[in-house]
């Protein structure tokens, strides 16, 4: 009760509400899946309206040792895969679990992303090298739409598939999706989320997406092209689009039709895989906190949302409760409670919640 108390001050509004809280792994959540299962990498992770999360991870790299089980004939005791989408209610029991290749879609060769939208369909996209589609589905896995077609390589400006796409945001107002386009791709590309009719797209600067070869040096003026991957996308309430340009250590800001608003550097000495891997915003009224999932540093960044100005940090690399290897995705429920993933041997989804003042 008091874990919670502190929570609901901190999204009072006012002055608190700019002061990140600090936050404490719950080591104890989620429960222990059932029938054996076993996760593998999970690459998105997503809050509904009614706090529930939901995770999309990939089975199939699972290794022979950790599926043991589910070789024939069966080798050890434990375990299988789980299916590819879990749901979770807030206490961390499993409630439905679903997803894989089924008839009249195209379910992706490398999992990646998943988005809850506000009417409860869930989108599910993919970043294998042949994947150029994103998926929606109800919630028990019945399929509604698929965006795209498998292609492979680049097309910034083809308008009629995707390239590896990576996270998915819903515009309720509009009836638009909005998709990190992506892996292959260096764009952000709008459809209509019934439909899936191509409205729009922009790549860096609301500019032309350019597929040309590009490095990153942290001493050289910006790149005027997004990196690869354009990794995330996010909707904010006051209509600001919140763009992870992960390998150019960056931030973009745009309007929803694509006008630029501005950037900012995060960890900009950050080589490799970058520091922005995935956004979400702090639920008070004003969203006044924005965290950054930094897979390469292992930490949860904050920020402040009207600045870009960094307030704190917590997680560092291991393997421990509260530590990270490859943290990808993070979502955010009502009372402030972080859900983040991890990649590579990373392999869980943990839970950190607002901890009481000492």
Same mark, same amino acid.
């Given at each position: 009760? #008091?874990?919670?108390?502190?929570?609901?001050?901190?999204?009072?509004?006012?002055?608190?509400?700019?002061?990140?809280?600090?936050? $404490?792994?719950?080591?104890?959540?989620?429960?222990?899946?059932?029938?054996?299962?076993?996760?593998?990498?999970?690459?998105?992770?997503?809050?509904?309206?009614?706090?529930?999360?939901?995770i999309v991870h990939r089975p199939r790299g699972l290794t022979a040792k950790e599926k043991g089980a589910a070789l024939p004939p069966?080798?050890?005791?434990?375990?299988?895969?789980?299916?590819?989408?879990?749901?979770?209610?807030?206490?961390?029991?499993?409630?439905?679990?679903?997803?894989?290749?089924? #008839?009249?879609?195209?379910?992706?060769?490398?999992?990646?992303?998943?988005?809850?939208?506000?009417?409860?369909?869930?989108?599910?996209?993919?970043?294998?090298?042949?994947?150029?589609?994103?998926?929606?589905?109800?919630?028990?896995g019945g399929f509604v739409l698929q965006i795209g077609h498998p292609a492979h390589g680049a097309a910034s400006n083809d308008v009629?598939?995707?390239?590896?796409?990576?996270?998915?945001?819903?515009?309720?107002?509009?009836?638009?999706?909005?998709?990190?386009?992506?892996?292959?791709?260096?764009?952000?590309?709008?459809?209509?989320?019934?439909?899936?009719?191509?409205?729009?797209?922009?790549?860096?600067?609301?500019?032309?997406?350019?597929?040309?070869?590009?490095?990153?040096?942290?001493?050289?003026?910006?790149?005027? $092209?997004?990196?690869?991957?354009?990794?995330?996308? #996010?909707?904010?309430?006051?209509?600001?689009?919140?763009?992870?340009?992960r390998q150019n250590d960056r931030i973009q800001v745009f309007q929803k039709d694509g006008r630029f608003v501005t950037e900012w550097?995060?960890?900009?000495?950050?080589?490799?895989?970058?520091?922005?891997?995935?956004?979400?915003?702090?639920?008070?009224?004003? $969203?006044?906190?924005?965290?950054?999932?930094?897979?390469?540093?292992?930490?949860?960044?904050?920020?402040?949302?009207?600045?870009?100005?960094?307030?704190?940090?917590?997680?560092?690399?291991?393997? $421990?409760?509260?530590?990270?290897?490859?943290?990808?995705?993070?979502?955010?429920?009502?009372?402030?409670?972080?859900?983040?993933?991890?990649?590579?041997?990373?392999?869980?989804?943990?839970?950190?919640?607002?901890?009481?003042?000492?």
């Amino acid at each position: 009760m #008091k874990t919670l108390l502190v929570a609901l001050c901190l999204l009072a509004g006012g002055a608190r509400a700019a002061e990140p809280p600090r936050m $404490q792994v719950d080591p104890f959540w989620p429960k222990p899946l059932p029938h054996n299962w076993i996760l593998g990498q999970v690459p998105g992770v997503a809050v509904d309206a009614g706090d529930n999360v939901w995770i999309v991870h990939r089975p199939r790299g699972l290794t022979a040792k950790e599926k043991g089980a589910a070789l024939p004939p069966p080798h050890t005791v434990c375990c299988t895969p789980a299916p590819p989408v879990i749901e979770f209610d807030p206490a961390g029991n499993v409630l439905r679990a679903w997803g894989g290749p089924g #008839k009249g879609y195209d379910w992706p060769e490398n999992e990646h992303g998943i988005y809850i939208d506000p009417q409860g369909f869930v989108w599910v996209g993919g970043n294998g090298p042949d994947d150029g589609q994103v998926l929606k589905f109800t919630p028990d896995g019945g399929f509604v739409l698929q965006i795209g077609h498998p292609a492979h390589g680049a097309a910034s400006n083809d308008v009629t598939r995707l390239s590896r796409p990576a996270d998915i945001a819903v515009d309720p107002a509009a009836n638009e999706v909005y998709v990190a386009d992506g892996y292959g791709n260096r764009r952000i590309i709008v459809f209509d989320a019934t439909t899936g009719a191509y409205k729009r797209h922009w790549g860096a600067y609301g500019t032309r997406p350019v597929d040309a070869p590009f490095r990153y040096d942290p001493a050289a003026p910006l790149p005027r $092209q997004f990196g690869r991957p354009v990794h995330c996308v #996010k909707l904010a309430r006051d209509g600001l689009v919140y763009v992870c340009d992960r390998q150019n250590d960056r931030i973009q800001v745009f309007q929803k039709d694509g006008r630029f608003v501005t950037e900012w550097r995060v960890a900009p000495a950050t080589r490799g895989l970058g520091s922005v891997w995935d956004l979400a915003l702090w639920p008070d009224a004003r $969203q006044t906190l924005l965290y950054d999932a930094d897979g390469t540093n292992n930490q949860v960044r904050i920020l402040r949302r009207g600045d870009g100005s960094p307030l704190g940090a917590f997680g560092a690399s291991g393997h $421990q409760p509260g530590q990270f290897r490859w943290v990808h995705n993070l979502a955010i429920d009502s009372h402030g409670n972080i859900f983040t993933t991890e990649v590579d041997s990373g392999k869980r989804v943990q839970r950190f919640v607002p901890a009481a003042p000492p």
